[in-house]
């Protein structure tokens, strides 16, 4: 806000006043200005139409009455007695007596430019011009016309014989030819009758228009208005805008101005209206009909008449409205006058209650202050009256202050301290100048002290009438000055007898300033060299930046917060010994010194104590966290205390707050939980640990974990217990092991089974080829001993065939058992299966639909031709063989495969991570159940009728197998379909040339 | 003439060889056990000897080892039906033991007579 303005002006209620006052006065104001320029327009606009009024009947009256004279001449110049004989004997001397009176009678007027006398014939008889130079003069014979074919000479012979014919404004024609300039002219006529009152001739006077209107006055204007003649036919005979007059003169020519051309619309009210007023946007008119001919001079004077009309143009009109200006400019000037008047009224106002109020103000906290003022105040006379006292003294003297004043000191007081009182008074009022003082009473038996200042009061320099007292009781303030020298005597003990070190130190250089003596001991320096060292000297020197942030830190500390928070640090000893040492500092004054106040504890021991506890809580942690079971802590309410991670992570990754807290009936399902509750009951009530319980815990995904549960009961130091604590081992892994086992267990059974039979089969074989040699051998000879034709040869031949086929059934037998010579070679696995599905295509039927996926890879397979070829067939045929109904689906495929420890646990023939070719023989037939499946490979075990099959197809392709080091799994699903798989170790670089010197080896 | 010695432990196979040799026009000695064989060797020096190679007394590749160290011109075919030791069938072992060749049981005579001829006549 602008500064010169009083800060009254900010206050909303002082505008708000302000405006209450200046905005009627304002509204008086304008209102009056309204009404004064109404009034001036309205009476201005009254004068222009009064005065036009005034003008348009002025010039009326002229007009006619200027008609009356020309009339009165015309009647003059007819009746003159020798006229007829004139008429009748022209150029007689009787001519020149008329021509006399009429030359005198033209001069008199001056405005008549002929005076004539025309005969019945239409023959001037007598004329007198009129000449502004020459005057009058009469126009001599020759220059006489005849008039007889004039309009006017026309209407005038038919004229009544008292009647007066006008002709209208016309130019002045003569000889047939528009005289120029031009010279409108109006003709008056009238018969002249001879003694017999017949009509002898017309007397004519013809009164040129111009002096007519010069006469009239008609082509003036008046201040505003501008007069205008119209004859009856809307012509302008003076006043045209652009000077257009006597238009109608010129009929046919941009001349032939009317005022209808001018303002059609007003010329329709005033054609209409035989007189007055009207304003359009144009402007005023005023107008009046002129009849300019008295009444009695024609018969038909009222067919002639003109307008007189009076136009006050409308931007005229604008011009005499009174200046808007000057209403405004008075209205602003006195409405700002009376705005700023108002304000500094108001404002004026406003700081008069100000300061009214502040006054009140003051005294009502002076008043305050006295009245509350712990302070005994006292005004008195100097003899020691009272004259004033405040709540305290009167407290002090006991007796409501009413009543003590216009008492004396001597009636309050007693004897001694009035003879004191009464001095100081005294000696005040006679020095003028305040004394202090210090005094003991002795009140109620206690004694109070008191200090005082006496003081003169007086308005002006003179010698004061009345005293003022102040006495404050500063008894409490000895007291806690003697409280605090005690005080400090017991600090003085506690510091120096402290078992903790003590250090004083000033905050702002860091020196020490003071040490006990136990600070002495942990440092082993003397008080003496304690005193004056730094601050930071106290921790060890390597560790400089340490000792300097924790001073600093204590310092903050205790500067901020009065104490700072306990921090651990060490303390050096003189011999290079650091004790630890928890050091809180305090802030305190002490001799007007900023100090800080250390407390160093030797904390050696419990932080021996503590790295002990840290040590086996970490073992404890390490162990409770590592250990794959559940560990739990309850308390006495069964509710969870504690929980190991493993517990916390089966938990569906419970944080151990949301655990905390629980019972097992908000985790578990009731049953479960009970089973937990009754086991946790018993430990705490016998006080007896539960081993080895077996239990299951229900996991949040409803899984069923076995565990070997040990609980224990829980002691607090008291010996009671306090809750329970339970170690829940997890039995899955263990459970999955066994059955895992049992699986391993099974499969080595079954390949012990069938190695058995292997070698069994082996040592059959054997017999049965040294049973079969002698049959075939001799069967031969003796086919070869008969004639071809005997029929014995072909019984013969039936032994030697069926003694064959016991051959290869043995073959099949050592294959099986492996006893049977390989021809191993690397080589690759593609062809040989490809050429197998060829030689099978011829038998498998046609309903079966082969489908065989090769995959291309250059690894070599240490492998026996013929018999991977016969794994195939083998596999092939027992595929197709199990398909009885349709769909058959027969699926042969081969890839590279690296098998996974899983895989390689469950069959101990290959190796893990090992790549290895993979052979899949799939079909979708009947499926085998688990008890076929495990007796598949046995020898002689067939599913198909008796003498089928020999059930030894599968038993042959497990023998190679394991003759390559190979594996066979199967897998089948009864209704489904069956899958056998067959392993075979694909070489890698180093094994072909191991087995290649094997061969060389054995080629001697 | 051409004589050859075979050994094996079951009489019908040691007739059935003989009478095969023998219509070839072989002379034909007989043995159904090494300890019979032994004696035989001491007595007699063959072209060929045809010896099975499981036999309950002594081996046949104990009698091959032997009949390569005392009789190195004899010609030896190692017989059996059995399958094979591992790692190598009694076969392979036979020919690994000095063995000029090896046929298994049961055979045709052809095969045998092929064989018996090709090793006595190289």
């Known amino acids: 806000m602008n500064p010169i303005l009083p800060k009254e002006l900010k206050h909303p209620r002082v505008l708000l006043q302000s405006a209450l006052i200046f905005l009627p006065l304002m509204a008086v104001i304008v209102l009056m200005s309204l009404y004064s320029y109404s009034g001036a327009l309205s009476r201005n606009m009254k004068e222009i139409r009064e005065t036009a009024q005034k003008n348009v009947i002025d010039r009326q009256q002229c007009v006619i009455k200027k008609f009356g004279d020309i009339v009165q001449d015309l009647h003059f110049i007819a009746s003159l007695p020798e006229v007829p004989d004139v008429l009748e004997n022209p150029g007689e001397a009787i001519a020149e007596r008329v021509k006399k009176i009429l030359i005198s009678l033209s001069n008199a007027k001056t405005v008549y430019d002929q005076l004539r006398y025309i005969d019945v014939g239409g023959k001037e008889v007598l004329r007198i011009n009129y000449d502004s130079l020459k005057g009058a003069y009469p126009v001599t014979e020759p220059h006489l016309q005849d008039k007889s074919r004039r309009y006017y000479f026309a209407a005038a012979a038919q004229l009544e014989t008292n009647d007066v014919y006008i002709s209208p404004f016309d130019p002045n024609i003569g000889y047939g030819e528009l005289g120029r300039p031009y010279k409108p002219s109006l003709r008056f006529a009238k018969s002249v009758l001879d003694r017999y009152g017949e009509k002898c001739g017309i007397a004519v006077i013809d009164f040129p228009g111009k002096p007519f209107v010069e006469t009239f006055g008609l082509h003036g204007t008046g201040q505003h208005n501008k007069l205008m003649l119209l004859n009856n036919r809307g012509f302008y005979l003076t006043g045209a805008p652009d000077n257009n007059n006597w238009g109608f003169m010129f009929p046919g020519t941009e001349k032939a101005v009317t005022f209808a051309s001018h303002f059609p619309d007003e010329w329709n009210r005033i054609s209409d209206a035989g007189d007055g007023q009207f304003r359009t946007r144009n402007g005023l008119f005023t107008f009046k009909r002129i009849y300019p001919l008295p009444g009695n001079v024609s018969s038909d004077s009222d067919k002639f008449y003109w307008h007189m009309v009076s136009f006050v143009p409308e931007n005229r009109l604008k011009t005499i409205v009174p200046a808007k200006l000057d209403y405004i400019t008075f209205t602003f000037f006195t409405g700002l006058i009376l705005f700023v008047g108002t304000l500094a009224l108001t404002v004026r106002i406003e700081r008069n209650r100000h300061s009214r109020k502040d006054l009140e103000k003051l005294a009502a906290e002076i008043q305050a202050f006295y009245d509350h003022s712990p302070t005994l105040i006292i005004i008195c006379s100097p003899d020691g009256e009272y004259l004033m006292v405040n709540k305290a003294a009167a407290a002090f003297l006991r007796m409501p202050p009413e009543k003590i004043i216009g008492k004396n000191f001597a009636d309050l007081l007693s004897p001694e301290l009035v003879k004191v009182f009464l001095e ?98 942990l440092t082993g320096l003397t008080r003496n060299e304690l005193v004056g060292k730094h601050f930071t000297s106290l921790y060890p020197e390597d560790q ?278 390989q021809n191993l070679l690397p080589q690759q696995l593609q062809p040989l299966i490809r050429e197998s599905l060829d030689f099978l295509r011829h038998s498998i039927p046609s309903t079966v639909r082969t489908e065989q996926f090769i995959e291309e890879f250059d690894n070599m397979i240490m492998c026996d031709a013929s018999q991977v070829q016969q794994i195939v067939m083998n596999l092939c045929t027992n595929a197709w063989q199990a398909m009885e109904t349709e769909p058959k689906t027969l699926t042969v495929e081969l890839k590279k495969t690296t098998i996974d420890s899983f895989t390689a646990a469950m069959h101990k023939n290959l190796k893990e991570n090992r790549p290895y070719a993979k052979i899949t023989v799939r079909d979708t037939g009947k499926g085998m159940e688990k008890n076929e499946i495990d007796r598949m490979f046995d020898p002689f075990y067939t599913t198909k009728e008796i003498g089928e099959g020999t059930g030894l197809g599968l038993s042959v392709v497990y023998g190679i197998v394991r003759g390559h080091n190979g594996e066979i799994t199967v897998e089948s699903t009864k209704g489904k379909g069956t899958s056998v798989s067959v392993f075979l170790p694909i070489l890698t670089k180093q094994q072909p040339q191991k087995n290649n010197s094997n061969e060389t080896d054995s080629g001697h | 003439m051409k004589q050859i010695l075979v050994i094996d432990d079951e009489p019908d196979i040691l007739k059935l060889i003989s009478r095969i040799l023998e219509k070839a026009g072989y002379r034909v000695m007989t043995a159904e056990n090494g300890q019979h064989a032994d004696i035989l060797f001491h007595e007699h020096l063959f072209d060929l000897v045809i010896t099975d190679i499981v036999m309950p007394q002594k081996e046949g590749l104990e009698i091959i080892l032997q009949l390569r160290k005392n009789s190195p011109d004899t010609k030896i075919l190692a017989i059996s039906g059995g399958g094979k030791l591992e790692p190598v069938g009694y076969l392979d072992a036979a020919r690994a033991t000095g063995a000029h060749a090896i046929v298994k049981k049961p055979f045709e005579i052809s095969h045998l007579l092929n064989k018996v001829e090709q090793l006595l006549n190289c």
Request: charged share 25%; aromatic share 6%.
């Open chain 1, 424 to 521: 100081r008074t005294r000696k005040v009022a006679a020095t003028n100048t305040p004394i202090t003082a210090k005094d003991h009473i002795k009140i109620n038996n206690c004694e109070r002290h008191f200090h005082s200042v006496i003081f003169p009061i007086s308005s002006e320099n003179s010698y004061p009438s009345m005293i003022g007292v102040s006495s404050v009781d500063i008894t409490d303030q000895i007291l806690y000055q003697n409280v605090l020298r005690e005080n400090e005597a017991r600090f003085r003990s506690l510091f120096e007898d402290s078992p903790d070190a003590i250090f004083l130190a000033d905050t702002s250089s860091g020196i020490i300033t003071g040490a006990n003596e136990k600070a002495s001991a």
């Open chain 1, 544 to 821: 400089p930046e340490i000792a300097a942030k924790s001073f600093r830190e204590n310092e903050t500390g205790a500067r901020k917060s009065g104490t700072s928070l306990p921090t651990e640090s060490f303390v050096r000893h003189k011999d290079g010994r650091k004790t630890p040492v928890e050091i809180i500092s305090h802030k305190m004054r002490l001799d007007n010194r900023d100090t800080i106040y250390s407390i160093f504890r030797d904390i050696s021991i419990r932080k021996k104590a503590e790295s002990e506890l840290l040590e086996k809580t970490i073992m404890l942690e390490t162990v409770t966290e590592s250990v794959p079971a559940y560990i739990y802590m309850k308390n006495k309410n069964f509710r969870y205390t504690f929980t190991n991670r493993y517990g916390l992570e089966q938990y569906d990754h419970l944080s151990p707050e949301q655990l905390r807290g629980k019972t097992d009936y908000d985790i578990f399902p009731e049953a479960t939980a009970n089973l937990y509750h009754s086991a946790d009951k018993t430990v705490m009530e016998t006080g007896k640990p539960l081993i080895n319980m077996e239990e299951e815990v229900i996991l949040p995904d409803g899984k069923n974990v076995p565990v070997l549960t040990n609980k224990f009961p829980l002691f607090n130091k008291q010996g009671e217990i306090e809750g329970v604590i339970g170690i829940s081992m997890d039995l899955s892994e263990q459970k999955t092991a066994e059955e895992q086992n049992r699986k391993l267990e099974n499969q080595l059974r079954n390949s012990h089974k069938l190695e058995t039979l292997g070698t069994l089969s082996g040592g059959i074989a054997h017999d049965f080829n040294n049973i079969l040699t002698p049959i075939i051998g001799f069967t031969e000879i003796a086919i070869e001993a008969l004639p071809p034709e005997s029929s014995t040869v072909q019984d013969l031949q039936a032994v030697l065939k069926a003694a064959k086929r016991a051959k290869k059934l043995v073959l099949q037998m050592l294959t099986f058992s492996r006893q049977e010579p």
